[in-house]
């Protein structure tokens, strides 16, 4: 990885996981992960402790997620 160099864009390629944590590191208040392990099992961890919280922001992740997703039609 150390060939790699992160541009800090919006990619349309997918990414290997070690590279969006590491990427993160250093730069995040609170984190929320959510994913499929290497079984296909579901993983989920959230550094907050308050239920209410993880979901708010979920949800405005999942509204930048569609207004992204509206920009990229109107291109």
């Given at each position: 990885m150390s060939n790699v160099i992160p541009l800090g864009k919006v990619t349309h390629l997918d990414l290997s996981p070690d590279q969006v944590l590491h990427g993160a590191m250093g730069e995040l208040s609170a984190l929320v992960i959510m994913a499929w392990d290497k079984d296909g099992d579901l993983?989920?961890?959230s550094t907050m402790s308050d239920g209410g919280e993880v979901l708010w922001l979920m949800e405005q992740c999942k509204k930048?997620?569609?207004e992204s997703a509206k920009e990229e039609e109107k291109r």
């Open positions: 993983y989920f961890a930048r997620l569609l």
